[in-house]
């Protein structure tokens, strides 16, 4: 059975250049949403939960700090790795939030990549 990455990313490019690149991982399967509510609502309706969560901070309607905090306050999600990701943020936040890792935007999809493998073997 093919694991699900989670990616929430308003840049409808950055997110379809995503997926591409996460698909060439084995058996991996993407979902995309656009903004931090929808992916409350993904999470909440979908079991099991994805096997890693890619986030931009910078969401509209919910930010992804908020759903961060979201996530490790609800045992469904507690456990999910997340990879924060923002051009204008240092990461320190996020990770003090609860994010497993940061990247800064923009960065190399070779990078995504070998982060979100490094995830899924731990």
Do not use: C
Request: net charge negative; proline share 5%; aromatic share 4%.
């Amino acid at each position: 059975m093919a694991r699900t990455i989670l990616i929430v990313e308003d840049d409808r490019a950055l997110a379809g250049t995503l997926e591409i690149g996460l698909l060439a991982i084995d058996n991996v399967d993407t979902v995309t949403v656009f903004d931090g509510r929808e992916a409350m609502e993904y999470l909440e309706t979908h079991s099991p939960a994805p096997a890693v969560v890619l986030t931009d901070l910078d969401l509209p309607r919910v930010d992804g700090y908020q759903l961060i905090t979201w996530m490790r306050a609800r045992p469904e999600t507690l456990h999910v790795p997340i990879v924060a990701m923002s051009a204008r943020h240092d990461g320190t936040e996020s990770i003090a939030a609860g994010a497993n890792e940061f990247l800064t935007k923009p960065f190399a999809l070779a990078a995504v990549r070998a982060r979100v493998q490094e995830l899924l073997r731990a």
